[in-house]
Nanobody
Framework: VQLQAFGGGLVQPGGSLRLSCAAS????????MSWYRQAPGKQRELVAT???????NYADSVKDRFTISRDNAKNTFNLQMNSLKPEDTAVYYC???????????????WGQGTLVTVSS
């Protein structure tokens, strides 16, 4: 099982960007999906979480601007980022608890990270 994040890039303040995280491999189910970010010189922080039951949680700094969602058919989850600010600049990582086919345990996986730069 692997996670691959993509969709990062350069965007102007106030703009929007959509990140996606694709899970590949023999997957039975994806339980909890999250996005983290790490800005230069700072610790990695949790941005948003989506549970299999549909509950969401957001960092205060992104509430009402970011939306996490999933596409079950494609084993993909997304982060829609609106009204972006320079302080949103960071490497964004996807993370998920996944049960592989034939596996009885949930395992935690990280994507490789995608850079988001918000600058004029």
């Amino acid at each position: 099982v692997q996670l691959q994040a993509f969709g990062g890039g350069l965007v102007q303040p106030g703009g929007s960007l959509r990140l996606s995280c694709a899970a590949s491999g023999s997957i039975f189910s994806i339980k909890t999906m999250s996005w983290y970010r790490q800005a230069p010189g700072k610790q990695r922080e949790l941005v948003a979480t989506l549970t299999i039951g549909g509950s969401t949680n957001y960092a205060d700094s992104v509430k009402d601007r970011f939306t996490i969602s999933r596409d079950n058919a494609k084993n993909t989850f997304n982060l829609q980022m609106n009204s972006l600010k320079p302080e949103d600049t960071a490497v964004y990582y996807c993370n998920a608890d996944i049960r592989g086919a034939g596996d009885i345990y949930l395992r935690n996986y990280w994507g490789q990270g995608t850079l988001v730069t918000v600058s004029s």
